[in-house]
């Protein structure tokens, strides 16, 4: 057998990948027929009054190997899109939420991922059967009770990669455009801004025994401007930018906001994201909207808020307002 390792270290000058070729060159979910027409089907049930959010929630993975062994991940739970998902259907949004495979979902987002395990909210019945320990029953009742109520305005699709995640957005914004302004986009997936393209990746597991790995990625082309320009220009679409050092936050978020041309970034800091965000316009002052840690302790999810704030903010813009405030 050869000593030489396959590698995606790849010595060559910066190559800049376009957004238009980038679909070109990489392969399409398995899922892209499916959810292609599940959600034109799912958009024609519904009641054409009602808005309609593309909810984006979780990570996306960054394969090194076209034969996938290892990628690279990263820390989004799903917990900001799966509780605003919720919101939105509350306020009578229809939502098609498009979320990474096993992160958290709506409604079931505080049984799937706890620490104890489903088993932990079950007890035996006395009966020989079993039922859920009185602590937890009315809590799960409720949720129960919404998922059951909302379930023909939720229709959930699934991605893993970063290919995935872009194929699949843009499919589902070609199939929402002509709903215009009527649709919100809610971009609060956690995308990678590296990978590594399929071409320039190895073939098979990469091997070791000849040392460290160097890996060479490249910037993923900013999907932003085509989504705003060509795929739904005239939707109401809110990005999410995260950032760790305050200083950048809201410097990077203008930017953002100039560069795609789009209505809101909503703004969070890693550390604080549970209980503080800041939306960000072109024309206005960032707008600050946090709650108390306490009542984040007692369940209060700042996802109420800001989904609440965004609602009224898209509904502003559906009835003609140049800009949102
Ligand atoms: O998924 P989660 O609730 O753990 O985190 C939410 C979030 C921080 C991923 C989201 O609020 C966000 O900022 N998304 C965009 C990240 C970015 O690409 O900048």
């Known amino acids: 057998m050869s000593e030489t390792v396959e590698t995606p270290l790849v010595p060559v000058e910066r190559e800049v990948i376009d957004p238009d070729t980038y679909f070109d060159h990489n392969q399409p979910p398995k899922n892209l027929q499916w959810a292609h027409d599940k959600v034109k089907e799912f958009i024609a049930q519904q009641d054409s009054n009602r808005p309609i959010a593309l909810v984006t929630s979780g990570g996306t993975t960054v394969p090194l190997e076209n034969n996938t ?37 709506p409604f079931n987002r505080h049984y799937s991922h706890s620490a104890q395990g489903m088993l932990g909210y079950l007890t035996p019945d006395g009966k020989g059967g079993v039922k859920v320990k009185d602590e937890y029953a009315s809590k799960v009742l409720v949720d129960l009770e919404l998922c059951e109520k909302y379930k023909a305005q939720l229709l959930q699709v699934t991605f893993t990669t970063l290919s995935d995640y872009l194929f699949l957005l843009r499919e589902i914004s070609l199939i929402l455009a002509p709903l215009g302004t009527r649709s919100m986009f809610y971009l609060a997936a956690a995308v990678s801004d590296f990978f590594i393209p399929s071409h320039n990746m190895v073939e098979h597991k990469i091997q070791s025994g000849t040392g460290d790995l160097t890996l060479r990625m490249n910037q993923v ?18 990005s999410f930018k995260l950032e760790t050092d305050p200083n950048l936050l809201a410097p990077k978020a203008k930017y953002a906001l100039e560069k795609y041309g789009h209505q809101i970034v909503v703004a969070n ?31 209060h999810d700042i996802e109420q808020d800001l989904v609440a704030e965004l609602a009224r903010r898209h509904k502003q813009y559906i009835s003609g307002a140049s800009e949102t405030q």
């Open 69 to 105: 062994v290892r990628f690279v991940d990263n820390f989004s739970a799903g917990t900001r899109g799966s509780a605003s998902a919720e919101q939105l259907l509350a306020l009578g949004y229809v939502v098609i939420f498009l979320y990474r495979e096993n992160s958290l979902q």
């Open 221 to 238: 082309p900013k999907f932003l401007r085509p989504l705003v320009k060509n795929w739904a220009p005239a939707c109401f679409v809110v």
């Open 269 to 299: 800091l890693l550390n604080t994201r549970k209980w503080q965000v800041w939306l960000i316009t072109k024309h206005h002052d960032p707008f600050l909207l946090q709650i108390p840690l306490k009542e984040l302790e007692n369940g």
